[in-house]
Each structure stands twice: as structure tokens, then as C-alpha cells.
């Protein structure tokens, strides 16, 4: 964050911020004034600058549009109580980000690109960052790949892209979720680790299929035996047993996710035993079964915690005890929010101030 880049800034002439209800936001469908974009071409990103959010152009012929040369990142932006905006733990994102890239043959950007990028975005765009409780500013930043070719190759042009989107709740009850026994999302030597677009696009008919049974989303088992718990939906996933915290491990079928390490940070400094191992489909149901599984919820930027309360296994569905203000999912919820939203001490450095 020590070079800076010369950013040109195109401002809109009048702000689209009067014609938002705040109280009434669509999860991604309200877009903020402006965006950032840089262009890739002869070999190096150039030609940054801020615009109006406004339609891109390119040619039929582009590449993106084939064969899904695309990675993204989610992170959100918050109101403090002091009224500064606070982004959670971007440089992850920004290191995430090269590692998709990588995977997809996309030049990797700077942290400077990033960095000083997303921070002139929001300096212009910090009144679109909501401070009603359970609001805050979804960013999403993506590269994607711009050669007009017909044939598989990595291109040569890209653009890279921040826009944002003030957002309230993802979800707005428990989920049932069903164990996914046939279809996969990753397996290894695959692209599962990566935040690459096509995972998410194969990911749509069997969430689909088990939609149609009455199941909010899937949860994903590895695909070489379907035996192992890897994520639900877009989230990693998470079981409170006893004083046990259990997740999947990562590996590359599974996504490193942000909340995930913030969550397991907090598990162990509260005194939980945090296991990041494999966990079988059985131990679950087991679990489940006994009644020993008390908790099972997935982490994501987007819903932050996503409390579980059905399991579906085959034919049968298992049922999670209510979850109370006590439990850990609601606990480790309000903490984040409150390290977040700068109430309690960020002791771990996780907010970056604009
Ligand atoms: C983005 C994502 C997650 C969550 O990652 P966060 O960094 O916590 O937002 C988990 N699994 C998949 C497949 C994802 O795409």
C-alpha cells in the first residue's frame, strides 16, 4: 500500500443515493454511483479510474463470454459507530484473489491496484455505506477476460473491476439444506478452491434439483466418494458439537473462506476445541441422531452466519434444536458485528479504515 497509482475520477453528475429505501434492500440489486475499473493490455493493468456504474461494452468475440476466464471476490464495508467506514480483512481478499487468478491463467494484480483502487471507490462512494443494524456495503471486485478469439487460450486483455452494493440480511430464516450424494461441486485437481465463475454456474442444477424438494441449498460432499461434508452452498460449513467446533479442512476442494478463519479465531479464544479435519456424512447423521450435533450453520461474507436447522440425508430430514441467543452460532454473529462495526476492540487488526 506504499506506491500509489494515478486514478482518473469521472463523478456522476447527480447521486442515485436519494432513490434508496435503506429500509428496503434487495440483497445485490441496488448498485452504488461509481466503480473502479483498470484495463490489462501489452503485458501490464493501466489505465485506472473511477466512472459512473453504468453498462461495459465489449466485443461478441470476448472470451468471458465462452469459456468462463472470470474470478471475484465478496467483501463488505461497514459503518463504525464513530461514522468511519471499516472494510473486514480485505488483504485476504486481495490474496485470495491472485490465487484464483492464478488457477485461471489471470494476471495476478498489486496490492496497490487493489488496494488503493478500493479505497478511492469508497472515499467517493461512503455515504452509500448503510449503518442500519444488519446492513453493510457488499463489494465485489473481479477480472475477467477480454480477447476476441474463438479458441482456448488465456487471453491477452483483461479488465479488472470493483463496483458496490448496499445491502441488508442474505438470508432471512434458518435454511434446510440436503446432503449432495450425486452430484459435485469440486474434486481434486479441480478449480474448487478457486472463486472462479463457471464452479458457480456447475453448482446451479443440483441446488436447483434439491430446491425443488423444498431445500433452501446443498450441502457439498467430495467427490470422489460422497462420504465427506465439504461446504453448504457458497459457505463453509460449520457443527457444534459438545464444546467441539468441526469443520472440513481445507484443501482444493474447499474454499479458504474469511469469515471461516474469523470464526474459527474466535471458536479457540473462547475456549472451544476447534477440529478442522475430514467429517464424515456418518458421523453427522450419527451425530444428528443422538442429538449430540447441537449446532450446524455455514460462514460466508455474504450472510455472515447462516444457521442450519434441517438436515436432509436419502429420505430423511433431521431437525436442529431452535437456536438461542446463547448459542454460539448468535454469539459469534454479534461479536463479529460488533468488531465490525468498530464497538468492541479489533485486537486481531481485522478492520481496514478508509
Ligand atoms: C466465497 C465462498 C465462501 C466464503 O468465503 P468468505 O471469505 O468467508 O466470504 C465459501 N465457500 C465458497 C465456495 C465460496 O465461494
Redesign the pocket.
Known amino acids: 500500500m506504499t506506491d500509489t497509482i494515478k486514478i482518473n475520477i469521472e463523478s456522476i453528475g447527480t447521486s442515485r443515493l436519494s432513490q434508496v429505501d435503506f429500509n428496503h434492500i434487495d440483497f445485490g440489486k441496488v448498485y452504488s454511483d461509481h466503480m473502479f475499473i483498470a484495463d490489462y493490455y501489452n503485458g501490464k493493468w493501466q489505465n485506472f479510474r473511477i466512472e459512473p456504474y453504468d453498462m461495459l461494452s465489449f466485443t461478441p468475440g470476448s472470451a468471458i463470454l465462452h469459456y468462463g476466464q472470470s474470478v471475484f471476490e465478496?467483501?463488505k464495508a461497514y459503518k463504525s459507530i464513530t461514522g468511519d467506514v471499516l472494510v473486514f480483512r480485505p488483504e485476504?481478499?486481495f490474496q485470495?484473489i491472485n490465487k484464483s487468478a492464478e488457477r485461471m491463467c489471470i494476471p495476478q494484480i498489486s496490492e496497490e491496484i487493489f488496494m488503493n483502487g478500493l479505497t478511492e471507490l469508497l472515499h467517493i462512494d461512503k455515504n452509500w455505506v448503510p449503518d442500519l443494524p444488519n446492513t453493510s456495503l457488499y463489494i465485489r471486485p473481479y477480472i475477467f477476460a477480454l480477447d476476441e478469439f474463438i479458441g482456448i487460450r488465456p487471453s491477452d486483455n483483461y479488465k479488472f473491476i470493483i463496483f458496490t452494493c448496499p445491502v441488508g440480511p442474505y438470508y432471512s430464516k434458518p435454511l434446510k439444506v440436503k446432503i449432495e450424494r450425486e452430484f459435485s461441486?469440486a474434486v481434486h485437481g479441480g478449480t474448487?478452491y478457486a472463486?472462479a465463475a463457471g464452479?458457480?454456474a456447475g453448482s446451479l442444477y443440483p441446488a436447483k434439483l434439491a430446491q425443488q424438494k423444498g431445500y433452501d441449498q446443498l450441502i457439498w460432499t467430495d467427490g470422489a466418494t460422497h462420504q465427506y461434508v465439504e461446504?453448504a452452498g457458497?459457505?463453509?460449513i460449520m457443527f457444534i458439537k459438545g464444546n467441539k467446533l468441526i469443520t472440513a479442512e481445507t484443501g482444493d476442494t474447499?474454499?479458504?473462506?474469511?469469515?471461516?478463519d474469523s470464526v474459527l479465531t474466535i471458536a479457540k479464544e473462547w475456549g472451544y476445541e476447534v477440529e478442522e479435519r475430514r467429517v464424515s456424512v456418518d458421523e453427522i447423521v450419527q451425530g444428528l441422531k443422538k442429538g449430540e450435533i447441537k449446532e450446524a450453520f455455514g460462514?460466508?461474507?455474504?450472510a455472515t452466519i447462516a444457521t442450519i436447522e434441517v438436515i436432509g440425508d436419502g429420505d430423511i430430514d433431521y431437525t436442529l434444536p431452535p437456536v438461542g441467543p446463547d448459542s454460539f452460532s448468535s454469539r459469534v454473529f454479534a461479536e463479529l458485528d460488533q468488531i465490525k462495526t468498530g464497538k468492541k476492540e479489533d485486537k486481531y487488526g481485522w478492520n481496514y479504515k478508509i
Do not use: D, S
Request: a positive charge; glycine letters at 16%; zero cysteines.
Open positions: 465478496g467483501m485476504k481478499n485470495r461441486r474448487g472463486k464452479n458457480y461446504e457458497t459457505m463453509n474447499v474454499l479458504r473462506g474469511i469469515t471461516r460462514t460466508g461474507t455474504a
